[in-house]
């Protein structure tokens, strides 16, 4: 441990941290500044920006031990606040530039840093500054943020007020079609919105921090699960495998029971205990007193494999000779034909223009910049509360109280702010990790997922593999068509 004298948003404080530690974590967690957002954690997308002397740092992978004696060190609570206004902040929210509002705070600390050094930019400055500084944001385009910074420099050389910017209602008080803030944008430009991870900042001291223990092969049979060596880790207070969960051990999504599914939603298991279906499946879960302590043990679980053929297409998996992945369940097992009008076969021999292809697209991960996050525990009432990211609460609803045989009033879902979606958590996984640990321990328990894990382990938009073939007659009219879709969502 040292002792660090830094100046920081204008107060001198001593700061006694682990030399090795990033300056966000001891910002976020030993100082409560948690205006300072953590993205990626690798110094990619900029969330976590904010001022070193002036300079737009990265803090995420800034370490404490580069930090010299009396720096002034500035972050998003040292720029404006709630009730006093930076010109960028007052901007941020006229132009709509805090949507998910995840990477606001990072950019308009580095809007500052611009202005600071180049009071008159132009549009084009702009944007090679959030460029050059890896400034990210999945939500905007980047127009609003431009718009915002030029209008904030205006303001700031003199040439308009924040009141000429400032939203004024119509005389007609009609609000659509007009740029009426968000509600929550004050919150989200000022840092004090307070996303999952800020949340779990704030939990009691008997809350558990859960790490996944994730396969690392994408197909195999399980031999064994050792958790003798991570039982032995500081902080473990419990490891949890298939063989705590009394026969719930079913991620059940019944509700996925349709005409044409030949999968009824509960072929996969909560923890992988026989097999492993895809990477990065979960196989255990390790409880700790920090996340560092379980992620620290989950590295201890050793797992012994029988390696499968890996499918690591849709046409793979989908060929004649491929062993099911989910024994029971053809790996194409939803089949929807849609057909209309008379035979096509006829119509293409006699058109006078045939044209076919195969075309793919690929798989694509959302990349938002707020990690999967979230907690769950038991409430006065006795109820399962999970509070998540999830932007459809019935699905993690059905999906916990199916899983573990609940009630449904005996389960509730609480949607925090959300640092972007897009589609991904339409899968309920995490909710019901987080609502198991709960279960079982009894206590309050928190998981937080890594970049790595958010880019593996969450829903993606899938690939697709489509074969076309169309017929046009001699004026150019289409009359008929022949196409075919594989979606692999595996």
Same mark, same amino acid.
Request: hydrophobic share 40%; charged share 20%.
């Given at each position: 441990?040292?002792? !660090? ?15 090795e530690?990033t ?6 967690n030993?100082? @409560? ?6 993205g990626?954690g690798? +110094? ?11 300079k737009?740092?990265?803090s ?23 009730d ?5 902040q007052?901007?941020?929210?006229v132009?709509?530039? %805090? ?21 008159n ?27 915002a ?10 040439e ?7 939203f004024?209602?119509p005389?007609?008080?009609?609000? $659509? ?11 989200k430009?000022? +840092? ?8 779990? $900042? ?12 994730? %396969?690392?092969?994408?197909h ?14 500081p ?13 719930k ?5 019944? !509700?996925?029971?349709m005409?044409?599914?030949?999968n009824? +939603?509960r ?11 895809q ?10 007193d ?19 053929? %890996? /499918? ?23 089949e ?8 096509t ?13 195969? !075309? ?5 991960p959302? $990349? ?13 009432? @006795?109820v399962l #509360?999970?509070?998540?990211?999830? $932007? ?19 389960v ?15 899968t ?8 198991v640990? #709960?279960?079982?321990?009894?206590r309050p328990v928190?998981?937080?997922?890594? /970049? ?12 697709m ?5 169309? %017929?046009?007659d ?17």
């Amino acid at each position: 441990m040292r002792v !660090f004298r830094l100046n920081i948003n204008g107060i001198k404080r001593n700061i006694v941290c682990d030399p090795e530690e990033t300056l966000a974590n001891v910002l976020r967690n030993q100082l @409560g500044l948690t205006g300072t957002k953590v993205g990626c954690g690798t +110094g990619q997308c900029g969330a976590c920006s904010v001022l070193i002397d002036g300079k737009v740092v990265r803090s995420c992978v800034k370490k404490m031990k580069s930090i010299p004696d009396n720096t002034e060190i500035v972050t998003i609570e040292g720029i404006g606040t709630p009730d006093n206004l930076h010109p960028i902040q007052q901007a941020w929210i006229v132009h709509g530039a %805090a949507q998910c509002g995840f990477c606001s705070p990072g950019f308009i600390v580095s809007a500052k840093g611009l202005l600071d050094q180049n009071p008159n930019p132009t549009r084009e400055e702009v944007r090679d500054w959030f460029q050059r500084h890896r400034n990210a944001c999945r939500c905007t385009g980047y127009v609003q943020l431009v718009d915002a910074v030029m209008d904030a420099a205006r303001i700031l050389r003199g040439e308009i007020t924040m009141e000429d910017i400032a939203f004024k209602m119509p005389e007609d008080g009609r609000l $659509l079609g007009t740029k009426y803030p968000r509600p929550d944008a004050l919150a989200k430009v000022t +840092g004090t919105c307070d996303y999952g991870h800020d949340l779990v $900042l704030k939990l009691p001291e008997n809350t558990l921090h859960m790490a996944m223990v994730n %396969a690392k092969v994408s197909h195999a049979n399980i031999l064994s699960v050792d958790i003798s060596e991570a039982e032995k880790m500081p902080g473990v207070h419990k490891i949890i495998t298939a063989a705590d969960l009394e026969g719930k051990n079913v991620m059940a999504f019944s !509700f996925m029971a349709m005409p044409n599914n030949k999968n009824d +939603g509960r072929d996969r298991p909560v923890l992988c205990d026989k097999k492993v279906f895809q990477y990065g499946d979960p196989i255990a879960l390790v409880c700790a007193d920090t996340e560092e302590q379980a992620r620290a043990a989950a590295e201890k679980v050793k797992v012994e494999y029988e390696l499968l053929p %890996a /499918y690591m297409s849709g046409p793979e998996a989908a060929a004649p000779d491929a062993m099911e992945i989910h024994p029971g369940v053809p790996n194409v097992h939803f089949e929807l034909p849609v057909i209309k009008g008379e035979e096509t076969g006829p119509i293409m021999e006699k058109a006078p223009y045939v044209v076919e292809g195969e !075309f793919y697209v690929q798989r694509q991960p959302h $990349l938002i910049l707020e990690p999967e996050v979230g907690f769950a525990y038991i409430d006065d009432e @006795g109820v399962l #509360t999970v509070h998540t990211k999830s $932007l459809v609460l019935a699905l993690p609803h059905i999906v916990i109280s199916l899983t573990l045989g609940l009630p449904p009033e005996k389960v509730r879902i609480i949607m925090n702010p959300v640092g972007a979606s897009f589609g991904y958590k339409l899968t309920p996984n995490p909710e019901v990790y987080m609502a198991v640990g #709960t279960y079982i321990t009894g206590r309050p328990v928190a998981l937080h997922y890594d /970049y790595a894990q958010q880019t593996y382990y969450t829903g993606k938009r899938a690939p697709m593999n489509t074969y076309a073939k169309l %017929a046009a007659d001699k004026d150019g009219k289409l009359i008929a068509l022949e196409h075919d879709v594989l979606i692999d969502h595996g």
